[in-house]
Nanobody
Framework: QVQLVESGGDLVQPGGSLTLSCAASGNIFSRYNLGWHRQVPGKLRELVASITGERTTYYIDSVKGRFTIAASSDGNAGFLQMNNLKPEDSGVYYC???????WGQGTQVTVSS
């Protein structure tokens, strides 16, 4: 049974940094692309960043140049480095093995002074 467990969410001031981690199993990110998604109340969950097995990355425009996505070589961990955080980055962040049906439980990121 594959499990994805996020960690690293916190309350941080604007301009601060956080690193989110996603612990996985079954080398899942060697078989599926890694995605980090964000959900805020009243809005649909959106894909913030993704990375393929070939290390091709995607970012939504609002986080380009500030966020960096990575996956471990063994496919059992994913990361999202978030710098220069803004209040609009707040939300629950979920890691996902895209198209696998596997999601983590989410970790809360709050950017506020």
């Amino acid at each position: 049974q594959v499990q994805l467990v996020e960690s690293g969410g916190d309350l941080v001031q604007p301009g601060g940094s956080l690193t989110l981690s996603c612990a996985a199993s079954g080398n899942i990110f060697s078989r599926y692309n890694l995605g980090w998604h964000r959900q805020v109340p009243g809005k649909l969950r959106e894909l913030v960043a993704s990375i393929t097995g070939e290390r091709t990355t995607y970012y939504i425009d609002s986080v380009k140049g500030r966020f960096t996505i990575a996956a471990s070589s063994d496919g059992n961990a994913g990361f999202l480095q978030m710098n220069n955080l803004k209040p609009e980055d707040s939300g629950v962040y979920y890691c996902n093995a895209i198209h696998s049906g596997h999601w983590g439980q989410g970790t809360q990121v709050t950017v506020s002074s």
